[in-house]
């Protein structure tokens, strides 16, 4: 079954870093592409970062510079380091997994809160 | 203000048919596929359709998705209760190189 699961989100000061782990099970991350999305509390959902199989990155606008997504194929887990945090930052993050050109499984997702 | 254009809110009775549109350009759906999902309150997204019309396994045919030139939509027919949730569209852009959601339509079954 395939299955992921986001960790690491909590209440953090504006200026703060925060590294979210998603766990992946039933299928191997460094085969897939690999997103993180977000969603601030009642608004829609926001893209944040891709990461393909063959290792290429992109990100939103709003976290370039700031963001950065990898993976540790030994631990078959994605992260997002997220630096330089703020305010608007604040969402819950989904770890998802493409399904071909959509986004198929999707976590629980982790709350993250950019405050002081 | 999302890249894609969607209704913020469509609503009908149970039994009936709903469409929710997503609006976009030729950088995003006129050249990529579409994909839709739902939210239930409290959850995760979950995939509806994917490539523009295709569904994945477990999905029911009262979802069904389209496309026409630069925009994309989604039927949903013989409308349940349950089925009151918020959709997204989305795709990729190729000039922005990043992938875009529509802003979300919320669906009231009346």
Same mark, same amino acid.
């Given at each position: ?11 953090? *000061? ?12 039933? $299928? ?38 700031? $963001? ?10 994605? +992260?997002? *380091? ?11 993050? +989904? ?9 198929? +499984?999707?976590g629980q997702g982790t709350l993250v809160t950019v405050s002081s | 203000q999302s890249v894609l254009t ?26 990529? #596929?579409?994909?839709? #999902? ?48 918020? #959709? #997204? ?22």
């Open positions: 079954e395939v299955q992921v699961v986001e960790t690491g989100g909590g209440l953090i *000061q504006p200026g703060g870093s925060l590294r979210l782990s998603c766990a992946a099970s039933g $299928f191997t991350v460094s085969s897939n592409y690999m997103s993180w999305v977000r969603q601030a509390p009642g608004k829609g959902l926001e893209w944040v970062s891709v990461i393909y199989s063959g290792g290429d990155t992109h990100y939103a606008d709003s976290v370039k510079g700031r $963001f950065t997504i990898s993976r540790d194929n030994s631990k078959n887990t994605l +992260y997002l *380091q997220m630096n330089s945090l703020r305010a608007e930052d604040t969402a819950v993050y +989904y770890c998802t997994t493409a399904y071909s050109s959509g986004w198929g +499984y999707w | 969607q209704p913020p809110s469509v609503s009908a009775a149970p039994g009936q048919k709903v469409t929710i549109s997503c609006s976009g350009s030729s950088s995003n759906i006129g050249n990529n #596929y579409v994909s839709w #999902y739902q939210q239930l309150p409290g959850t995760a997204p979950k995939l509806l359709i994917y490539d523009n019309n295709k569904r994945p396994s477990g999905i029911p045919d009262r979802f069904s998705g389209s496309k026409s030139g630069t925009s994309g939509t989604l039927d949903i027919t013989g409308l349940q209760t349950g089925d009151e949730a918020d #959709y #997204y569209c989305g795709t990729w852009d190729s000039s922005l190189s990043v992938v875009v959601f529509g802003g979300g339509t919320k669906l009231t079954v009346l």
